[in-house]
């Protein structure tokens, strides 16, 4: 429930104007209409339009949710904060009239969901077992069931709301909504919901990243209808941490592994080291991760442009790419021969592993016969003609383009679903 003192309630104001103009609207005599319930608050507010704001406020959400009228795109907007301010300071003024049939249907569907997500939780919470771990496991599974079903009541209201109105959300919004799935230990939800104000300008994208996030949600809301390795790859996306015990018991591939490329990145504190290896006969790719706090060196690890018979573990999942490395053998230059690969055949094999795993990130691949095209931004370019973005530093992509001469090149790296980063390159063909 919404702290109802004049301190907490102006805590929540996305700004300081916002609680300003607040208190300025927290008199009665602007208010021809205030009506109160057990869990809720609505009024009329006199603006300086014909017809006054419809404002309701429902007070199980402790963040303030609320529903208005009036055009602002913050939230929640001064109106509301004025209604709780008035609720606080003149409770004598609030009648138990009924509200309105659209706020009464707005609150009845947040009724709706918060009693699902009760719902939920308890049932998550009642599945413990006596095992320490297994309790454990149900305890950090309840908390995250009740983070998700509190960050699909966000997207929900955040679509309700219309796309162009999310624009104009402050940035507290997005870094409360990730602390709240912080705190329900779901990391890798609290991650995608960070990246959201990066897309704010780029409907498409941000419809499309917001859809990654309602997957998440339904997917786990559902995870006892997946198969286990389906389930695993939600828990993934949400952000439990792979066994690393768990992985190299399951049986490994042990043949000549290529190492194509190698990217180290500074990310959250960390530098973290991606290593991309491919087994040639299956047409299999495999993902080594390494880390280490920034200042300190990374663990020992392959080198790239080199082949080493190795035995690679995979977890159990729909699309298994993360591995770890078992039994190793000594590296040998790079010796293999890649097939024929085009810019087509990179979307085609990242969206059959897209089918596997909605929330994958990113995926490897070799295309041959390509060419750097200079520009803002720099294309990848093939033989047919088809283009992709690159990524990268203009200082990395001269360099590439220097080392192949103005030939056509067989190139490896990572494809993210709008960026094509350049990591290695194979050949040079000389035409």
Known sequence: MVELTPDSILTLAPDASSAKNA????????????????????????????HPYLTAVDLRDAGGASK????????????????????????????????????????????????KKTEKATRAAEHASA??????RAARDAKVTAGLDGLALFLRDLIEGGLAAAQHRPYSDWDTQAARLIDAQAPGAARLVRHTPALLSHPDALLMHLGRLHLLCRAWANLTTLTPEEAQEVRSAVGYP???????????????????????????????????????????????LDFAPQGRPLPPGLMAHTTVHASVHFPATAHPQRALL???????????????????????????????????????????????????????VDARGQALPLGGTDHDLFRLHALGGGQALTCFGEWDGAIFTPLSLLEVHHD
């Open 131 to 136: 095992p320490a771990a297994n309790q454990r």
């Open 23 to 50: 208190r300025g609207l927290a008199t009665p005599t602007k208010w021809p209409t205030l009506h109160a319930t057990d869990h809720a608050l609505w009024g009329e507010c006199q603006g300086s339009g014909k």
């Open 326 to 380: 078992g039994e190793t053998g000594a590296p040998r230059p790079l010796d293999v021969r890649l097939p024929e690969r085009h810019l087509d055949d990179v979307l085609d094999r990242h969206a059959a592993q897209l089918a596997r795993n909605p929330w994958l990130e990113r995926s490897a691949h070799h295309v041959t016969r390509v060419r750097f095209a200079p520009g803002a931004p720099w294309h990848l």
């Open 242 to 288: 792979f066994d690393a015990a768990e992985i190299l018991a399951q049986p490994p591939i042990t043949t000549d592994w290529h190492v194509l490329g190698q990217l180290v990145i500074a990310e959250d504190h960390l530098t973290v080291r991606r290593t991309w290896l491919h087994d040639a006969t299956t047409n299999r790719d495999a993902l080594l």
């Open 68 to 115: 208005c009228s009036c055009p602002s795109r913050k939230f929640p907007c001064k109106h509301a904060l004025a209604l709780m301010l008035l609720r606080a300071t003149h409770p004598g003024h609030f009648g138990t009239t009924t509200p309105p049939d659209a706020i009464q249907t707005w609150l009845t569907g947040r009724s709706e969901r918060a009693e």
